[in-house]
């Protein structure tokens, strides 16, 4: 079964760099806001990427026949 | 429901969120005591002038003199320059307020642009006539002026901004973890 928990990390983890990059666009420091979306971006797929590599490997076995 | 683990997990986050909090509020007090110190520096260079100017004070017993009259960490680095100076160890002012700066050098929180103001004064200082020395205060004065203004915008902006990373900061680690 799918963890629920996942998706409320990914959900408080999006809202907190949205916060983020509010308040440094407000400090006028716009290209540390664009590396902070990044790096919030990466740690999302960080943790995704177990699940996406679950995900190809059933598609995977699927087709071996 | 919350079990000893539970509530251990539960401590361990409070505490992340407080320390990048703290973190935050105290990186932010490094601006205000730019400031701060600078209006200082400000304040012991027209005392300065006064010493030089009218009382025709030498120049050791001059820096003696402010240093009485300024605050923690100023008080140091200009007592230090009185030191070195009387102790006959360096060719010019310059190079005496260079190393008194280099040893109070992590209770200073100014920045080298502001240090740099301060060093350019004590290279004209006690190699002039006394209209010399004030025409170089007031170049000094000026551009201390200059220097707390962009400090104290600087700090007016990012003040609230720190505060708020730091915690921002803290809640990224704690759902990170969790």
Redesign the interface.
């Known amino acids: 079964m799918l963890d629920v928990s996942l998706l409320f990390?990914i959900g408080?983890?999006g809202i907190?760099i949205i916060?983020?990059d509010k308040?440094?666009k407000?400090?006028?420091?716009d290209d540390i806001a664009v590396v902070a979306n990044l790096a919030g971006v990466i740690?999302i797929l960080m943790m995704v990427i177990n699940l996406v590599n679950k995900l190809f490997t059933s598609v995977k076995t699927l087709f071996q026949f | 429901m919350y079990g000893g683990r539970n509530m251990i997990k539960i401590i361990g986050c409070v505490v992340i969120l407080v320390a990048s909090t703290m973190a935050g509020f105290i990186y932010s007090e490094r601006l205000k005591y730019r400031v701060f110190q600078l209006k200082e520096i400000q304040r012991a260079v027209y005392q300065l002038q006064n010493e030089i100017t009218y009382v025709h004070a030498l120049l050791p017993d001059a820096f003696k003199s402010i240093a009485e009259k300024s605050k923690e960490p100023i008080k140091e680095l200009f007592n230090k320059t009185s030191e070195l100076l009387t102790n006959n160890e360096y060719e010019n002012v310059y190079a005496a307020m260079n190393s008194a700066i280099d040893l109070t050098k992590e209770k200073l929180y100014v920045n080298s642009d502001d240090i740099n103001v301060i060093l350019d004064l004590s290279k004209t200082l006690g190699e002039s006539d006394i209209q010399g020395q004030n025409s170089m205060f007031s170049l000094t004065i000026a551009n201390l002026k200059k220097q707390i203004t962009i400090s104290e915008e600087y700090m007016n902006?990012?003040i609230?901004?720190y505060r708020?990373?730091g915690f921002?900061?803290g809640?990224?680690l704690v759902?990170?973890l969790?």
């Open positions: 990390k408080a983890t907190l916060i983020i308040i440094l407000s400090g006028g420091k740690i | 902006k990012n609230k901004m708020s990373l921002s900061f809640a990224m759902i990170a969790l």
